[in-house]
């Protein structure tokens, strides 16, 4: 059981930070070759998008 690797993304939530800076795409665990996702960062924009809608309505000012 659990969530499935293809589906779990790292970011982190700057509260200090506005717009495009206030979540980094930065993690080792979005290094997924598999997925062709080489880098630290979240290469395809359409999971990009989703997860900026979800920290978009879990995380209010």
């Known amino acids: ?5 293809q589906n779990i993304w790292g970011i982190n ?16 665990i979005n290094i997924k070759p598999n997925q062709n996702n080489r880098t630290r960062g979240v290469e395809d924009t359409i999971v990009k998008g989703k997860i900026v809608e979800i920290v978009n309505k879990l995380v209010h000012d």
């Open 13 to 28: 939530i700057k509260p200090e930070e506005r717009g495009d800076e206030f979540i980094e795409f930065d993690s080792l």
């Open 1 to 5: 059981a659990g969530s499935k690797q």
